[in-house]
């Protein structure tokens, strides 16, 4: 049966809309994440990738168990901004029983491997001399609570990763990330007080380049058995200028660059504690620590 005109001339018009639709690159279906680093800027492989939001993140990483998300996924929605009180716990003096990791004075207490540290001392911090290696305490401990102060450098240079970024790591392999997260994307699980690659904090709570922030963490190590059987994950709570991020949040494993951690390799529950050097001129000062004994145990 012939088609009245002016459903001819309707259906002429949708397949006249769909041709053009095509070769303009229109889709309804939405399209489907960047299988390569966002933010490395190089080409993709046809199809052209499409990259991750504001090209903060990567797309072609594992996926974190228990998620929906990728190892440093831009997509990852970004904490909300807190603004912190003026002061929290800068300068806060030691308790009786701290054990006193850096008081402004030496880095006696840290090393570079065997070596002695080389980052630079003066005016009561330490500062990152870049490509000097990373430092870490020369003592082990087990379940304790730290405290430290730290300074993005006040001269911004770049952006995401690459703006005042340092991290705090126990055992060189649970990091709490330290960064310049004012007013600076980055993938979520990579800013200022993430548990790296795995957990975003649960706010922003990030002062201005070349202010001084705090740092209270506790940190409890993960225990295996006899067996080698993991019975305790790693758990930390965290505490950014007065606010906290997390509590007695467990690691999922170690914290690796682009891939999921595991509880693989098992250690003692003694761990050292380690500030990076990523290259950006970082300060740190009144480091201290106390052991978190148990009840009913003097």
């Known amino acids: 049966?012939?088609?009245?005109?002016?459903?001819?001339?309707f259906l002429d018009l949708l397949a006249f809309v769909g041709t053009v639709a095509i070769w303009s690159g229109c889709t309804?279906?939405?399209?489907?994440?960047?299988?390569?680093?966002?933010?490395?800027?190089v080409p993709g492989s046809s199809p052209?990738?499409?990259?991750?939001?504001?090209?903060?993140?990567?797309?072609?990483?594992?996926?974190i168990p228990g998620t929906s998300w990728h190892v440093h996924d831009g997509f990852r929605p970004q904490p909300r901004v807190v603004s912190p009180a003026t002061q929290f716990s800068q300068l806060a003096p030691p308790p009786s029983d701290a054990v006193i990791l850096f008081d402004?004075?030496?880095?006696?207490?840290?090393?570079?491997?065997?070596?002695?540290?080389?980052?630079?001392?003066e005016n009561g911090y330490m500062e990152v001399v870049p490509k000097s290696g990373s430092i870490r305490t020369r003592d082990a401990f087990a379940d304790f609570q730290l405290h430290l102060e730290f300074a993005t450098p006040s001269k911004v240079e770049g952006n995401s990763q690459g703006r005042g970024n340092s991290g705090i790591l126990?055992?060189?392999?649970?990091?709490?990330?330290?960064?310049?997260?004012?007013?600076?994307?980055?993938?979520?699980?990579?800013?200022?007080?993430?548990?790296?690659?795995?957990?975003?904090?649960?706010?922003?709570?990030?002062?201005?380049?070349?202010?001084?922030?705090?740092?209270?963490?506790?940190?409890?190590?993960?225990?295996?058995d006899s067996a080698k059987q993991l019975v305790k994950k790693a758990n930390v709570t965290v505490i950014h200028n007065g606010v906290v991020l997390h509590?007695?949040?467990e690691y999922t494993g170690t914290t690796p660059h682009q891939q999921v951690g595991t509880y693989e390799n098992v250690h003692a529950p003694e761990v050292f504690i380690e500030l990076q050097d990523h290259n950006n001129p970082m300060?740190?000062?009144?480091?201290?620590?106390?052991r978190l004994g148990e009840y009913d145990k003097p």
């Open 1 to 9: 049966m012939t088609k009245p005109v002016s459903v001819r001339i």
């Open 247 to 249: 509590h007695k949040r």
């Open 48 to 63: 052209a990738p499409t990259p991750a939001q504001k090209n903060i993140g990567y797309t072609n990483t594992p996926m």
């Open 283 to 290: 300060r740190f000062r009144n480091i201290w620590l106390r």
């Open 104 to 121: 402004g004075t030496d880095l006696s207490k840290w090393a570079v491997s065997n070596s002695p540290a080389k980052w630079k001392v």
């Open 170 to 224: 126990f055992n060189g392999v649970y990091e709490v990330q330290v960064l310049d997260s004012y007013q600076n994307p980055t993938y979520p699980d990579g800013q200022c007080g993430a548990l790296y690659g795995q957990i975003p904090p649960l706010v922003n709570a990030s002062k201005p380049p070349g202010q001084w922030q705090s740092y209270d963490i506790i940190f409890e190590s993960p225990r295996w």
């Open 28 to 41: 309804t279906a939405s399209a489907p994440k960047s299988s390569t680093p966002a933010a490395a800027g």
